[in-house]
C-alpha cells in the first residue's frame, strides 16, 4: 500500500493485519492499530481516508448511524416520555414522546395524559420507521418521527439483512410496479408491504386513527404473494452479499416472473444462484 | 428478537389461512427447509452430530439473523463407566441441552436456563425411557454398565429447535460405537492347577469367551467376572443395538383448520400452539415414542386424530431422509477411517 493509492481515494479492501501505510505520515483510526511504525489493518473492510486520518471501516459490523439516516427499528422498551428502539446499533436508539407526531396536529403541546397513554402510541415488539434525528453524548441515537412518511409500520413483513449491503439512496421509500412498497432502512432492516396510496392530505389532515393503528388492511392473494417473492429475492440476495438497488430489485423480480418458478424454489434449490447470475450480468 | 408486533402476528396468521396458504419464505406448509446432517464431527466423542435446518448452502457463512441464519445443533455421545446397583439392568442414557447465548441473545441467563431445562426434561422424557436402552451398555452384568451422555448445544435457533434437536440426537446415537471389553476376573491362584505357590503371573485372567473359544473356561459362570478391560483392536466397536428405535420428531404447528411444519421464529410467535410428536418406524413399522403440546390453546380430540395420522407421515418421510443420509455418513466414515488407518502407516 502507499500513499498514491490513498490519495487518489479509491476504494481498497484490507484483510486484517495488512499493513495500510506508515505511521509516520499518517494517524491511525478506527480499525486499524499501530506496530513497528506501521499502521496495520484490524478489520476487513474498506480504507478511507480524511487528511492525515486513516480508517478501516469493516465491511461486517452494527450500523453505524449517521445523522439524517432512515431506519427501520423495533420497540423494545416504553420509558417515562421515551421509547427504547432496536435498530440493529450497538446501543438501543431512544425515541422521545416529543419528536412523534400525536392525534390532533403537529403543533399540539405534549400533555400529561400523553405520557400515561405511550402504549397506544407504540408498544413493544412494534414496528416503525424513523430517521436518526441527532446522538446522545454516549453515542445512542435519537429518532423522529414528525412526518407523515414516518411512523408506525403495517401490512407486511421484516427482512434483515447486514447494514452495508444497503446503500444510500435518493429515496429508501421505493414503490415496486408489483404492487409492493419498500422501505430500506439503512440499519439493514427491511420493511416489504402492501403498496400504499399516496397521503396527498397535509398536516392538518393527520389521521391518528390510520397512522397508530393495529390492524392489517385487506391484503388480497397476489399481493401477499408478490411480497413473499420479494422477501425471497432480497433474502437471496443477501445471501450472496449482494449491494441492494431498486433496479436490482426490479431485474430480479421480472427475471423471476419470466422464469415462471415458485418462490420456495428461489430458498431451496439453485435457482438464488441463477437469479444473482443473470440480474447482476445485466448491471 | 425482542418479539413482534401485532400487525405482523395478524399478517402471518392471515397469510396462512389464506387460500392456499402462503408462508413468508413462499415454502407450502408442509415444506421444510433444507436440512443438513454431519456425522462424527467431535473427535473425542463416542458418535456425535451436527444438524441445521434451514441454512442455504454448506460452506457460505453464517450472515447476519433472517439472512442466511438457520437452525444449528450439535449432540455428542459419551460413553463412562458407571457401577450398577442392585436390581438395575445396567446402562443409561442421559440427556443434557445446554443453549448457547448467543442463539438466544433476547433471553436473560434464568430464562436461558429455563429453556434448558425444559429442552433437557423433553429430551429425557423420550430418549432416557429404559425401554429404548440399548443392551449392550452392559459391560459386567450387575456390576459395570456404561452410562450414555447425550449433551446437545442448540449453536443458533431460527425456528423448530425441537425437530432440530432429535435429528441430531437420532444421528449422534447412530453414529455411537460401543467400545468392545474383554471381561477379567481374579481368581484364587491354585484354583486350576493345584500348585499351590505359584505365583501371581496369572492372578488376573482374561476371559475369553467373548472373543474367542475357550475350551478349557466352560465352567466359568458368566456373573463371577468383576471388572474389564478394552480390547485392543483396530475397531472402534460395536453399533449401540436397538439403533432403529431412536425416535425423530415431527412438530406440527397448529393454526385451526390447518397445520404447518418446520416453523421460523417469526411464525412459531404468530402460532404458538405446537405438537411435538416422536415417531420411530423399525422394521417399517411405526411406534410413537411421545407426544407433547406446547403453547397457550386448546384442539379438540378429533383434529388430533388426523393430526397424529399426518405427523407419522411426515415423520416417516424425515425417518426415511434420514436413513439415506446416515447410511452415506457411514460409509464416508469408513472410507475416512481406512484413510487415516493407511495413510498414518506410509508416512
Known sequence: MDLDDLETGEYRLTCPGETITSAHDFMRGHGTYVDDELVIASVAGTVQRVNKLVTVRAARSRYNAEVGDLVVGRITEVQPRRWKVDANSRQDAVLMLSSVNLPGGVQRRKLESDELQMRTFFEEGDLLV????????????????????????????????????????????????????????????????????????????????AVYSNQNDEIDGPTRLAISRVSSIIRVLADHFVPLTDTLFLEA??????????????????????????????R | ???????????????????????????????????????????????????????????????????????????????????????????????????????????????????????????????????????????????????LRLDTIVFADAGNVVDCLMLACRAALVDTRVPSTRSVEYRAPGRQSGTLNEVPDDLMDVDQSRNGPSSMLETRDPSSAVDFELADYWDEGKVLESRDSWPVCVTLNMLPTIHFLDATSQEETAVPLRLHTMFSFPGGKPTSHGMRMAGAGTSDMTQIGLLLKHAEKYARNMWIGLEAKLAEEEARRSVKAREKFYGGRRR
Open chain 1, 253 to 282: 423480480y421480472n427475471w423471476l416472473i419470466e422464469q415462471e418458478v415458485n418462490t420456495k424454489d428461489l430458498i431451496l434449490g439453485d435457482l438464488g444462484d441463477a437469479m444473482v447470475a443473470a440480474t447482476c450480468s445485466v
Open chain 2, 1 to 147: 428478537m425482542t418479539g413482534l408486533s401485532k400487525v405482523e402476528i395478524s399478517y402471518i396468521r392471515s397469510s396462512l389461512l389464506s387460500d392456499p396458504p402462503l408462508r413468508a419464505d413462499g415454502r407450502a406448509p408442509e415444506d421444510f427447509r433444507p436440512i443438513a446432517v454431519e456425522t462424527g464431527v467431535a473427535p473425542l466423542a463416542n458418535g456425535s452430530a451436527r444438524v441445521s435446518i434451514g441454512q442455504p448452502r454448506a460452506g457460505r457463512g453464517h450472515e447476519a439473523e433472517g439472512a442466511g441464519g438457520g437452525t444449528e445443533v450439535v449432540a455428542a455421545v459419551k460413553l463412562e463407566v458407571d457401577g450398577v446397583g442392585d436390581d438395575e439392568e445396567g446402562g443409561k442414557v442421559i440427556c443434557s441441552v445446554s443453549c448457547s447465548p448467543a442463539a438466544y441473545p433476547h433471553l436473560s441467563s434464568p430464562a436461558l436456563d429455563d429453556l434448558q431445562s425444559d429442552l433437557t426434561s423433553l429430551l429425557g422424557s423420550v430418549l432416557s425411557h429404559p425401554s429404548l436402552c440399548p443392551q449392550n451398555l452392559v459391560i459386567v452384568p450387575g456390576q459395570k454398565a456404561w452410562a
Open chain 1, 130 to 209: 424513523a430517521e436518526v434525528q441527532a446522538f446522545f453524548a454516549d453515542g445512542a441515537m435519537s429518532l423522529h418521527t414528525r412526518s407523515l412518511k414516518f411512523g408506525k409500520l403495517r401490512n407486511g413483513q421484516l427482512v434483515v439483512v447486514p447494514p452495508v449491503l444497503v446503500r444510500r439512496l435518493k429515496s429508501h421509500f421505493i414503490a415496486l410496479p408489483c404492487g409492493v412498497d419498500l422501505i430500506l432502512g439503512l440499519n439493514g432492516y427491511i420493511w416489504v408491504c402492501k403498496h400504499m396510496q399516496d397521503a396527498d392530505h397535509g398536516d392538518e389532515g393527520f389521521d391518528a386513527e
